[in-house]
């Protein structure tokens, strides 16, 4: 019975680790939220998978009421307005981040044709301080906007570029990756396991227009593994599947 509780415990552990590593933080440094109200979620294409990350880096102290206090803990409560579907996962367990910590919020779906449109979205918050105060706070400013897939095309000449779903996914051994840039580029290509490590990384020089290259899965296990396409401007991640090794 004892060795049936212990198994049953660590299955829910490594549940909600898988839930909550769903995410790999920005590289911030400055206390904020990114991507900020001007840069906003990026546009979301239907029948492609999305994977939007927003990266918070909590502050140590905040000025309240005239006193300097320590920041305690800063955590989501809730986002609502989500199209149907679509779902949020944090990489803490809580959803809250102590004082000093980088944390993120990885927001996944994939649209259909009926639910092209912009989605406003409303996220809660709550940020403890000095041991005693509980603030309630809410941004309004974040929203989804999603469009037909042949959207695109024309969405490149807006962007600095865009990043595909690699195909096939899943997959054995290699897999096609491809992104359009607005112009010629140097990007950094990085592949993460499911809890934030790197597993991969390499300089790409892009031309103008599209651009694809395969990636071998190597010495990958089977399993779950996201990548990051990022420039000095911008960055995407999306989902891949290693399967059948």
């Keep these: 019975m004892k060795r049936k509780l212990l198994l049953t ?5 490594s549940s909600v ?10 590289n911030y440094t400055m206390p904020g939220i990114y991507p900020d109200s001007a840069q906003n979620l990026p546009t979301c294409y239907v029948n492609y998978p999305y994977d939007a990350v927003i990266t918070a880096v909590i502050p ?6 005239g006193y300097q206090i320590a920041i305690d803990s800063i955590g989501v409560d809730s986002i609502l307005g989500f199209p149907t579907g679509f779902s949020y996962a944090t990489n803490s367990p809580t959803n809250y981040w102590h004082g000093g910590v980088t944390g993120c919020a990885a927001i996944t779906g994939t649209a259909t044709h009926a639910q092209i449109g912009t ?13 005693l105060l509980a603030v309630p706070e ?45 112009q010629p580029d140097a990007f950094q290509f990085t592949v993460y396991d499911v809890i934030g490590n790197i597993v991969y990384n390499k300089a790409i ?33 999306r989902r891949m599947i290693v399967a059948n090794k």
């Design 9 to 13: 415990a660590a299955i829910i552990i």
């Design 17 to 26: 680790v898988m839930l909550n590593a769903q995410c790999t933080p920005g």
């Design 60 to 65: 140590t102290d905040t000025v309240y009421l």
């Design 119 to 131: 989605y406003n979205l409303r996220v809660s918050l709550t940020a403890h301080a000095g041991g």
């Design 138 to 182: 809410k941004m309004l400013f974040y929203k989804i906007v999603i469009k037909d897939s042949v959207a695109g095309i024309a969405d490149y000449n807006n962007n600095n570029f865009v990043l595909f779903q690699n195909s096939p996914n899943p997959f054995a051994t290699t897999t096609n990756i491809q992104f359009s840039s607005k």
């Design 205 to 237: 020089n892009a031309t103008a227009g599209l651009n694809n290259f395969d990636f071998s899965s190597g010495s990958l296990s089977s399993g779950m593994y996201f990548y990051k396409l990022s420039n000095t401007k911008d960055s995407y991640t």
